[in-house]
Every structure is written in C-alpha cells, then in structure tokens.
C-alpha cells in the first residue's frame, strides 16, 4: 500500500495566519483526502483532491479557508488560512493505492493556533 | 449520504478476553468496510476490511463479520493483550456519483488490563 509522508508534524501559529501542509506519496494516486480529527474525535472529511481537478469540498468547510493544490499524482498541499484557536486540530491526509488496498493515512499534524 | 453508528464508545476487558465492537451503516450501496486502529499521537492504521461479497474475514486474533441484511459488521478480537489498548475507528465506503469515500463511526476506545 502507498506510504505517505505528511510535514509538518506540528506548528504553533498565530491567529490570523496561514500554514501550508504537505504530503508526499510514493507512488502515484488518483485521489487524495484531507481529514480533520480533534482531540479524541473522529475523522472529518475536508475536501477530496483529485489531480488536474478543483477539490471537492464536505459541508461546512470551503475553498477561501481551506485551499488544496494537487500539482501531479503523488503530492497535495492543504493550507488553513486565516487562523483561528478554533482551528486548533489534527490535520491528516489519506489515499488509496488502486482498488485491492485499504486506505492508509500520512502521520499528520497537530497544529495549534495561539 | 451515508452514517455510520459504532457502539460502544469505551470497551474495557482483561487481558485474554475477546473484545467485540460494532457497527451500523444506512446505504446498501456501501460495499467496503474497514477498521482502523488508531494509538495515542499516531495516524490510524488499517487491520483488516471486509468487501460486501464477503460475510467474514480473519487475520490471526482479529475478524470481521458482515451482515449486509442488516447493514451491521463487527470487529472481534480474541485473546485480547494490553497492546491492543488503542481506539478503533469503523468505516463504510460508499462511491458516490463522482467520487467515492469512506464514512467513519465515532471510534471506541479499547482498554485492555493486564
């Protein structure tokens, strides 16, 4: 199955700011997801991400505040803009490498906003 | 879209028991269900999944039933050991007109004593 590679690990940020959060994979995929877990919660889907193609975003979470780039089939970036304490969460993405394997995840980033 | 129940939120046992975790689902069209075990600080990683033409899987001390009937599946493991202390996250995928995605219960956390 893919292996993902996701940085950073964790940030403190300010309020107001930006950060950009990377995965690498290696091999290519079709589509890539990125969650959001609060401390002891599930995993919520922020958007999907499919190459050459606009992400496609859950409810409640939108492009000006979570914008998702997926330059080629193994990198996508996710930036949360504009932060907030609110915003105070674990970041994951996933994939999936074809139909014969389960989904697997990048470490993720705890990200704080202060 | 689809909802996925799991029950219970917190499960302990002794070491050496059989741990049993449930889930529901509410779209037929779902047709692959993974579990994922998730430790503290680290990503959740798949154990084992189940397709919809299949009523039962086993891995070692790990199985999965499904009853697509009743639109429930089950997690069991048996012999259970303080290492298997984690939260374990169900997950029903279901493809959508364009794109698919998985759909996660609310996870139980699993507490193993020795």
């Known amino acids: 199955s893919a292996v993902i590679s996701q940085k950073p690990s964790r940030d403190i940020c300010q309020r107001g700011t930006s950060l950009t959060i990377q995965c690498q994979v290696d091999s290519q995929v079709t589509m890539m997801f990125w969650y959001r877990q609060q401390p002891g919660q599930s995993l919520t889907l922020i958007a999907t991400a499919n190459q050459g193609s606009e992400a496609t975003y859950e409810s409640g979470f939108v492009i000006d505040k979570f914008p998702i780039s997926r330059p080629n089939l193994t990198f996508s970036t996710l930036t949360v803009s504009n932060m907030s304490p609110e915003d105070s969460s674990i970041y994951l993405c996933s994939t999936r490498q074809g139909s014969d394997y389960g989904y697997t995840f990048g470490s993720g980033t705890r990200l704080t906003v202060v | 879209g689809e909802n996925v129940e799991q029950h219970p939120s917190t499960l302990s046992v002794q070491e050496g028991d059989s741990a049993v975790i449930k889930c529901t689902y509410s779209d037929s069209a779902s047709n692959y269900f993974p579990w994922y075990k998730q430790e503290l600080g680290k990503r959740p990683q798949l154990i084992i999944d189940?397709?919809?033409?299949?009523g039962e899987k086993k891995d070692q001390r790990i199985a999965v039933t499904l009853n697509k009937t009743a639109k429930h599946f089950s997690l069991h493991i048996t012999e259970t050991q303080p290492e298997d202390s984690a939260v374990y996250f169900c997950a029903a995928y279901r493809r959508g007109s364009t794109l698919g995605r998985l759909y996660f219960g609310r996870g139980t956390q699993l507490t193993v004593w020795p």
């Open positions: 189940i397709r919809s033409n299949v």
